[in-house]
């Protein structure tokens, strides 16, 4: 149900947003539920996502259809370029919001409990006497109980590197791809995503060692809030990078692309770009210093 | 810019018969009409509201409503104005104008316009359901400040959810816009030949962009504070509660610009016209508003004024805020400079325009004064706040979005609007308007708290007069539905150019424009472009 006509692309009518939006309202009115303690919204919640699920599958696969017979021209691909970009800048300011948190709390608000800052400010002390604003921390009121930390020069140096050596891997893989050699280019986005998934398992290796042997939780105070949901969030970011690195490597094999023609591969590159990026200011302000 | 940019020949769709229309249309302007009456709906429906609240403060004493109720009303009217009303509306403004005012065929990406649209109705069931939950609807006014916020029971999650919905959808909408305005122009429309209501969106749409993620990751942490045991705004666990009202104002005060800036868009296409004048300094138009987003990131903790911030902070977020009312004031200069001297006449839109000139500047002055951190520390949290920013919000943002349906409307529907009864709307609300929201700056001087549903007897007179203002005003926008019905069903048709005055592409094609405006790139003229 689409036209290209002349040149400009117009598509007609599609019912795949309205279904996104019944997944969406499905899913987080289940999750509302559920955290209202509903136990059985659970399964409201996975009817939403197969919803979610399918509709993606359809509009992806509508678009990826239009694009492969051709319907496409020039300018609808600077529209998709552009769109991704914003979509990006969108989402580093997202990050950026717990960023924020983070420095907040190092900078301002540990500093003040304990008594820091201009003039003294005397609600720290006369509540928590003795409250040190050493960080991390979690907080004068010990929530959440004493608990360890992961070094930097562990398991996260290690999964930097493999992240940084990811995002050259799919820069060989780009280039493969100019230069239409289509085994490099699957060869090498077949690298990437094992790199990829083999971040999320040393992350997921991690996260329950801070949870059993470290007593590092979500519920650790400040540190343990910002760590777990800077690294959590990121680590979502990064499956679904995988997710769009594996679905390009699935069209790469189907013969999909060419070397002037390949939107789709690039917006998953750069989106790749983009969590490495991320995990780059975890690892210096939220592992390291 | 494309260069393969053919004819629209061969095919002329029209749209889906029935209601599947509205559903899966990636029409700009079926999908503008759906925003444009979404938001009439939520502004009737945030009205209400409004209605409750005025009735409860015409008198000192609980008569209409117990005070937890009341806080719900304020904190229900005030995230169903903003997020219901007046962004929706901008948004379906931008919709039917921007494709037409830059010479494209349609939105730069049609499938995702359908899904920021549609995304809107569930995320207000979610909101608006929270009414029937029990323990009721969010209550901590609209700012969400923790703790407060997260002892609202059952809504909080519902509450977080639906704010990220709304979010999801004005970034995709505001994506769309980005996206079509700078890379679906017609080969002529250069950037300094657009409208200067382009220019606005252009701007807003950044703005959207940066600001909408910060509040989703604002509320994220209110959900998990709640649900999972985070600390952020807990000092105990060494977070702090202010941190969260840096981060929403972070977001909130880009956010009041997104609420003004379409609004300063469409004034500016509209004095021109009435004025018979090309706007004046047209260029320092697009830099101040350029400016005005710049420092809009830049100024957010004028609304912490009293919360507690080091010294250096308060003076830097002072003059800041200072500063950003030259720019503002550059704007306010332009308009006035355009009508000097105009062949000025006074139909319908351009009043509504003229009073938002007037209004919009008593408010920018109430904002100055609150500018002034040690003077805000007597007026914060009182009802001068409350003066101010419906000065800018309902005599700012409200009265443009109704100046430019009186403006367009005619292009849209393609028939006239009753110019007599649009006059009477015009002046009763206007006039209305001012005993709603002049009397609260009184208020809020002698001391006057906001959001609380008693008050001291000595404030009970101008509450009445204040109440007998909103009533009015509320009642004066029956009559803008009754003039918008008739319009749509039949009246006086509409030439293509309906303003001899206007200027623009919007106005070389029919009215109502086809269901896909422009076949191939239209020409653009200096002329055409700027008057
Ligand atoms: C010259 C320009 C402006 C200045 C200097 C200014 C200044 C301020 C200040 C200092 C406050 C905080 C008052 C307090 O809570 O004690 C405030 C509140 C507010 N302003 Fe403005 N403002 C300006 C324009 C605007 C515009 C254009 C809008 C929206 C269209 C707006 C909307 C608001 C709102 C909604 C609040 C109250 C938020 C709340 O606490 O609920 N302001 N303004
Ligand atoms: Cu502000």
Redesign the pocket.
Known sequence: MAAANGGYYVPHGTKWPIMGSIGMFTLLGGFAMLLNGNSSANWIMVAGTVIIVVMIIGWFGTVIGESESGAYNAQVDISFRQGMLWFILSEVLFFAAFFGALFYARIYSVPWLAGEGAGGMMTGPLLWPGFEGTWPTNGPGDIGGTFGTIPAFGIPFINTVILISSGGTVTLAHWALKNNDRGKLCWWLFVTVALGLLFLALQAYEFAYAYGDLNLTLGSGVYGSTFFMLTGFHGLHVTIGVIMLLVMLIRSMRGHFTPQNHFAFEAAAWYWHFVDVVWIGLFIFVYWF | MSTSYGAHADDHHGPEPGLLRWLFTTNHKDIGTLYLWFALIMFFVGGFLAMGIRAELFMPGLQVMDPHLFNQFTTMH?LIM?FGAVMPAFVGFANWLVPMMVGAPDMALPRLNNWSFWILPFAFTLLIGTFFLPGGAPAA???IYPPLVLQGGANVAFMVFAIHMMGISSIMGAINIIVTILNMRAPEMTLLRMPLFVWTWLITAFLLIAAMPVLAGAVTMLLTDKFFGTSFFNAAGGGDPVMFQHVFWFF??PE??I??LP?FGIVSQIIPTFARKPLFGYESMVYATASIAFISFI?WA?????VGMPLSGELFFMYT??L??VP?GVKVFNWIATMWRGAMTFETPMLWAIAFVVL?TI??????M??ITPV?FQ????Y???A??HY??VT??IFAIIAGVYYWLPKWTGHMYNERLGKWHFWLSTVSVNVLFFPQHFLGLAGMP?RIPDYAVQFTDWNMVSSIGGFAFGLSQLLFVYILVQTIRGGERAADRVWEGAHGLEWTVASPPPYHTFEKPPRVTEAEAHG
């Open positions: 005030a903003i006014g609209w700012t909130g005060h009041v610009y609420l003004i609004a100024v004028h609304h912490m004024f009293t805020t200072m950003i009312a503002t919009f408010g920018g002055f109430s904002g100055l609150l500018a805000d007026y914060h949290d009182t001068f706040v409350v101010h920013f800018v919000l700012g943002a906001r």
